[in-house]
Structures are given as C-alpha cells and as structure tokens.
C-alpha cells in the first residue's frame, strides 16, 4: 500500500497523442475520504460532510453544464451529445495547466 501511496502523489502525464492511452484507475469514495481526511489530518466522521456537500455541488454544475473553473484541479468544461438511441452524455473536459514533477 505504501508503493500506491507514494505513486498516487505524483500526477501523471497524459500520453502523447496517437498513442495508448493511461489506462484509469478508480478512486472510490471511501479512499477519496481517507485521503482527504489525511491531507487535513481530521478523522473521516470530521471531514464526510464538507466532502459529501462539495460533491453534491460538483454534481449539479456539471448537471447544469457549468464550466468549473477549480485551480489546481483544473478547467473543466461540460457539453452534451445526444446517442443515435436518443440517450443524453455529458463529456467533460478537463483543461489542466503543466503540473511538472510536483510533490507535497
């Protein structure tokens, strides 16, 4: 776990273009709460609220398609396209600056 640790500090780069993407790797809600919880060095119970408030807010502007404009998590732009089936999908797109070799 201390290797996951280490690595997830550091940001990674998206690939050049033409090439294979990164492939994702999922950050659940509970490790998003421990780590949010470590960074300010309060217990989950303390911090649940303000994160579960701040997702709920997230969550309505990408809904309502509002750009979020968040330093340093970035710009991020919502547009909707309709699927041939008739199905709404909203894409964000996340506009970052250069994040280097930043660490904590």
């Known amino acids: 776990?201390?290797?996951?640790?280490?690595?997830?500090?550091?940001?990674?780069?998206?690939?050049?273009?033409?090439?294979?993407?990164?492939?994702?790797?999922?950050?659940?809600?509970r490790e998003f709460l421990a780590r949010v919880a470590?960074?300010?060095?309060?217990?989950?119970a303390q911090i649940r609220d303000v994160v579960e408030a701040t997702l709920n807010q997230l969550g309505?502007?990408?809904?309502?398609g509002e750009t979020l404009a968040l330093?340093?998590?970035?710009?991020?732009?919502?547009?909707?396209?309709?699927?041939?089936k008739g199905d709404e999908?909203?894409?964000l797109r996340l506009r970052r600056k250069d994040v280097g070799d930043e660490t904590d």
């Open 71 to 84: 330093p340093p998590f970035g710009k991020a732009r919502v547009s909707r396209q309709a699927t041939a």
């Open 89 to 91: 999908v909203l894409v």
């Open 38 to 44: 470590a960074d300010v060095d309060l217990s989950r």
């Open 1 to 29: 776990m201390a290797a996951e640790k280490q690595g997830a500090s550091r940001p990674r780069r998206a690939p050049a273009l033409g090439k294979d993407p990164i492939p994702a790797r999922v950050l659940h809600k």
């Open 60 to 64: 309505r502007a990408i809904a309502e």
